[in-house]
């Protein structure tokens, strides 16, 4: 490949990239609530739109006639959660492609050149530690650090590997038991169990997890008020630290901590969000919608390799259970390439191969196990 045209080769990807992240931006804008972070994604489209169009000039500059892209099957798919569920939903997963994608231009002259490089550095920046020149509370830094985030801030990975538990755990079990020959009826009896006890232990486990880091940030808010009302000037220091930290000069950021602690009905939840990174309204979310949630999601998963023995029995049940959990494996490992951004393919082959190599361990020492007993 000539060296002309391994530069339109990049430059398209450049502006496939670009295209994704302007149409991304630009769903968040519209669908946030909050005005800051409107802003931000406003910002962001706006930006990745300016960047677009210098790569379309670059491919017209190199005699390249190619069509307009539009938005991967990705993008689409992270556009549609958002719209859905909320720009909550999908911001872990789009903090973590700009931190990612950051360096993409460090080594391109023509990026470089026009200080494109820088920008997409100062992209990841705003994201994951929004300046308070910007206008950014600390509640949404601290969202997008990842040091408190609602129910649905990592919705996205948890359902992925919720389902992905499911598939896997009870496909190896449902292989076991068949290697062993156990009748048809007797092998969904025992997928069905499996799946009740593993979404009802997933579920437990979750409530635990939620009601747990619940009670601690109710402890921590606890002592936080105590501390208040015991020695305010202490709690305007550290606020004001905090500010500084974040790039306040240090006389506006005391003056912005005096302010802000000298209102009573907001102080405490100033100091809860800025200190602690808690949002008080949520504290982790709801326990119960944790459990319930991950009940659904493993159950949805470990249904899939059950379903041939609700209608047959024998090695028919056994080879369609196995094909329809590889699909299941499939789309599972597509949906993680919307966290990763590896080819669809890739991960999509590689969790079909380690979910079924473990799927043929069970079956194997099913068989072993089952033989040795009936001979």
């Not at 910007?134 to 992925?160: D, F, K, Q, Y």
């Amino acid at each position: 490949m000539t060296n002309a045209n391994q530069d339109i080769q990049r430059y398209r990807q450049n502006l496939q990239k670009e295209v994704d992240g302007a149409a991304l931006y630009a769903v968040l804008a519209q669908k946030e609530t909050r005005p800051e972070m409107q802003t931000v994604f406003q910002r962001l489209s706006e930006s990745e739109q300016r960047h677009a169009q210098f790569w379309r000039t670059k491919l017209a500059e190199a005699g390249a006639t190619l069509p307009e892209p539009q938005p991967t099957w990705q993008t689409r798919t992270l556009i549609w959660l958002a719209r859905r569920f909320g720009p909550q939903f999908v911001l872990p997963t789009v903090t973590s492609h700009e931190n990612a994608d950051s360096g993409s231009y460090a080594n391109q002259p023509e990026a470089e050149a026009a200080a494109m490089s820088a920008e997409e550095q100062s992209h990841a920046r705003l994201l994951s530690a929004a300046s308070s020149g910007g206008g950014v509370s600390g509640s949404i830094v601290a969202e997008t650090e990842g040091r408190h985030r609602s129910a649905g801030g990592n919705a996205l990975r948890a359902a992925v590997l919720g389902a992905n538990d499911g598939l896997v755990s009870n496909l190896s079990l449902v292989m076991g038991v068949a290697g062993a020959e156990l009748a048809g009826q007797g092998i969904l009896i025992t997928g069905l169990a499996g799946l009740l006890a593993g979404a009802g232990s997933m579920a437990l486990g979750e409530w635990l997890s939620v009601q747990s880091s619940r009670e601690l940030y109710e402890r921590q808010i606890g002592i936080e008020k105590e501390e208040l009302e015991a020695n305010p000037e202490e709690e305007i220091e550290e606020l004001a630290l905090i500010y500084q930290a974040k790039g306040l000069p240090e006389a506006r950021a005391r003056d912005l901590s005096r302010s802000l602690l000298a209102n009573k009905a907001t102080a405490l939840d100033t100091l809860a969000r800025e200190e602690l990174g808690i949002d008080p309204n949520e504290l982790g979310g709801s326990a119960w919608e944790a459990a319930f949630t991950s009940f659904f999601l493993f159950a949805v998963g470990a249904i899939i390799p059950v379903i041939p023995f609700i209608f047959l029995s024998g090695m028919i049940a056994v080879y369609i259970s196995v094909v329809i959990s590889g699909l299941g494996l499939f789309g599972i490992g597509a949906a993680i390439t919307l966290m990763t951004g590896r080819s669809i393919w890739y991960s999509g082959t590689r969790q079909v191969l380690f979910g079924l190599a473990a799927a043929a361990l069970t079956f194997g020492i099913g068989r072993l196990i089952g033989v040795s007993i009936g001979g």
